[in-house]
């Protein structure tokens, strides 16, 4: 049995590594600088493609055509993992 007058050990303070303090500074900086470039880019912008016209401030189109160009290189990356793989089953 504990006594109620038995100090609780001391919590162990963690500490955050040198590694992972740079990348949190990184990130808010990424987020700060997305965050005055999508200010200084809020006017509507005309975008035609295929016989498709919409209206949408510029960020959004920036951002959007980012995010295809993400997809696009992950699906490319996991085709090619996925070659690389059954040619080593072949094997």
Same mark, same amino acid.
């Given at each position: 049995?504990t !006594? %109620?007058?038995?100090p @609780? #050990?001391? %919590?162990?303070?963690?500490?955050? $590594? #040198? /590694? ?6 990184? @990130?808010?900086?990424?987020?700060v ?5 999508a200010g200084?880019?809020? %006017? $509507?912008?005309e975008? %035609?493609f =295929?016989? +498709?016209?919409f209206r949408s401030p &510029?960020?959004i189109?920036?951002?959007?055509? /980012? &995010? /295809?160009?993400i997809?696009? +290189?992950e699906a490319?990356? @996991? =085709?090619?993992? $996925?070659t690389r793989?059954r040619? !080593? !089953?072949?094997e």
């Amino acid at each position: 049995m504990t !006594d %109620e007058h038995t100090p @609780a #050990p001391a %919590e162990e303070k963690r500490s955050l $590594r #040198p /590694a992972t303090v740079v990348k949190l500074i990184l @990130a808010v900086l990424v987020i700060v600088v997305i965050a005055i470039f999508a200010g200084q880019n809020s %006017e $509507r912008t005309e975008l %035609e493609f =295929l016989g +498709w016209s919409f209206r949408s401030p &510029l960020i959004i189109m920036i951002l959007g055509a /980012a &995010l /295809a160009g993400i997809v696009v +290189w992950e699906a490319f990356l @996991a =085709l090619n993992r $996925r070659t690389r793989r059954r040619g !080593d !089953d072949a094997e």
